[in-house]
């Protein structure tokens, strides 16, 4: 028989490498109480969980791409042509940079258990696709004729990355529990959304020959996106009623009511005369799909504020890893505010739009101002150590 102290070192890691997270922390606890190691030399050889910016890794993309287009429809058009080039410099350093440190596809689930896995699909892989996607239409939208190589280009990056992800989240698929769903996973159908909005303007940045193909992509794409938002919704509800609430990352919640704007904005794009024609009876059910969507969205919106209001001011701080969730989806239900608006000719559905989009500009504001505070006192830390 192996003597109790040869079966764990001095830092606690044990022989045999773990299955779960669940049996290195229990190994390094019993190792405590037998007085074999001290509790500052406990440690785990499991990775740690990922951040918020690790689990996003293109929300800033995101944000900044998005509020290109709402600048323009809040009359601050000033700004526009800055938020594209931004966003364009972010994809290229982020994918120089930040890409080849991310540790792809799965994240450590933080509620561990005997009957959980150490790692689970991170749907927050799907903002890769999304903000490129996102900033290709800010290309599009704004150089139609003199950049649309950048802005195909983008578009294309954005559909390979988005294929990629689909092909590794199939592979887990059947590992899946209910657990895993958070609001997060409304970041997969955002993206459909996202690259049907954007074949649009492909559509009629490209010629003739293109247009067939991308505008029966778009419709697809958007089609695939606002039933993939309803099935989230459902597998969200009955992860709440039997999983309950997470504890962990509940600003990704956001995102529930940014991909409802996002659908009504995609699909009220398809609906415009000018890309399709529809039969009247097909256009009055898309049209009720869009403003049922649209509605759907803002009762959501309206309690997650609320809710984000309540947690700050109970942290009486703000979060060491400041999110770009709320800026992002405040930006996109602007957007939906604005297409919804024109579609159903309703004013105060428009004014809801230039007040949230003039609402996602100031977060993006305060967002980059509190990151570089952030960015600052880590750097005098670092000073005053050295």
């Not at 007040?355 to 101002?369: E, F, P």
Request: include cysteine; glycine fraction near 6%; charge should be positive.
């Amino acid at each position: 028989m192996i003597p109790l102290k040869a079966r764990f070192s001095e830092t606690c890691t044990p022989p045999i490498r773990s299955k779960s997270l669940w049996e290195v922390q229990n190994s390094c606890r019993l190792a405590y109480h037998l007085k074999i190691v001290k509790p500052d030399q406990t440690r785990t050889d499991a990775p740690k969980p990922l951040s918020l910016v690790e689990e996003l890794p293109f929300g800033v993309v995101m944000a900044t791409a998005a509020l290109s287009q709402i600048a323009k429809l809040v009359h601050f058009t000033i700004a526009v042509k800055p938020f594209v080039w931004l966003a364009v410099a972010e994809v290229i350093l982020i994918v120089a940079f930040r890409i080849p440190k991310i540790r792809f596809g799965f994240k450590i689930d933080p509620q561990v258990s005997t009957h959980t896995r150490e790692y689970r699909f991170n749907p927050g892989m799907f903002t890769i696709p999304l903000g490129i996607s996102v900033t290709a239409a800010g290309v599009l939208q704004n150089y139609p004729g003199t950049l649309v190589i950048l802005g195909i280009s983008l578009y294309i990056m954005a559909w390979l990355s988005e294929i990629g992800f689909l092909f590794d989240l199939a592979k887990h698929l059947a590992a899946l529990v209910l657990s895993e769903i958070d609001g997060g996973w409304f970041l997969i159908p955002a993206s459909f959304l996202s690259l049907g909005a954007t074949s649009l303007l492909g559509a009629s940045s490209l010629g003739q020959g293109y247009h067939h193909l991308l505008y029966l992509t778009a419709m697809t794409s958007s089609v695939i996106g606002v039933v993939g938002y309803y099935l989230v919704v459902v597998l969200t509800v009955f992860r709440l009623l039997y999983r309950g609430f997470p504890k962990t990352h509940i600003v990704l919640w956001w995102i529930s009511a940014g991909c409802a704007g996002l659908s009504s904005f995609a699909l009220a794009k398809q609906l415009s005369p000018v890309h399709i024609s529809l039969s009247n009876t097909t256009f009055a059910i898309l049209k009720f799909i869009d403003t049922m969507t649209w509605s759907f969205g803002l009762l959501l919106l309206m309690p997650i504020v609320w809710f984000s209001l309540v947690h700050l001011f109970r942290l009486r701080h703000f979060p060491k890893s400041i999110p770009w969730p709320p800026t992002f989806s405040t930006a996109v239900f602007a957007l939906g505010s604005f297409a919804t608006g024109a579609l159903v000719r309703s004013e105060w559905v428009y004014d809801l739009g230039v007040v949230t989009g003039t609402v996602a500009l100031v977060l993006w504001a305060v967002t980059v101002m509190l990151i570089f505070i952030e960015k600052l006192n880590q750097a005098k830390q670092r000073f005053g150590q050295a």
